[in-house]
Nanobody, 121 residues
Framework: QVQLVESGGGSVQAGGSLRLSCAVSRYTVKMGWFRQAPGKEREGVAAITAGDATYYADSVKGRFTISRDNAENTLYLQMNSLKPEDTAMYYC??????????????????WGQGTQVTVSS
């Protein structure tokens, strides 16, 4: 079992920044961030492997950065140049399969409760 607790969401104007954090009970071979907007499917945003390979959705490349602090057992998602279309509930995920890059939600086994990000224009 892996416990994940997200924090850091909030409301920000377009062009602003937020950093999401995910407290992790233990790391798995691949971990990621997903998001889900109302009426839409959950989509992958970024993932990081045990070997520090990173993967990003095309929509966030160059704006978002996934990282982790092993000493603090925390996964981060730094989000810059936020856009209204980034508005969604953001979820931390663990237990991803090593193959397949970012992957889909079906590739991850453990999920946090989510943190809301709202970007206004």
């Amino acid at each position: 079992q892996v416990q994940l607790v997200e924090s850091g969401g909030g409301s920000v104007q377009a062009g602003g920044s937020l950093r999401l954090s995910c407290a992790v009970s233990r790391y798995t071979v691949k971990m990621g961030w997903f998001r889900q907007a109302p009426g839409k499917e959950r989509e992958g945003v970024a993932a990081i492997t045990a070997g520090d390979a990173t993967y990003y959705a095309d929509s966030v490349k160059g704006r978002f950065t996934i990282s982790r602090d092993n000493a603090e057992n925390t996964l981060y998602l730094q989000m810059n140049s936020l856009k209204p279309e980034d508005t969604a509930m953001y979820y931390c995920a663990a237990g991803g399969t090593l193959s397949g890059g970012l992957g889909t939600s079906r590739d991850y086994r453990y999920w946090g409760q989510g943190t809301q990000v709202t970007v206004s224009s």
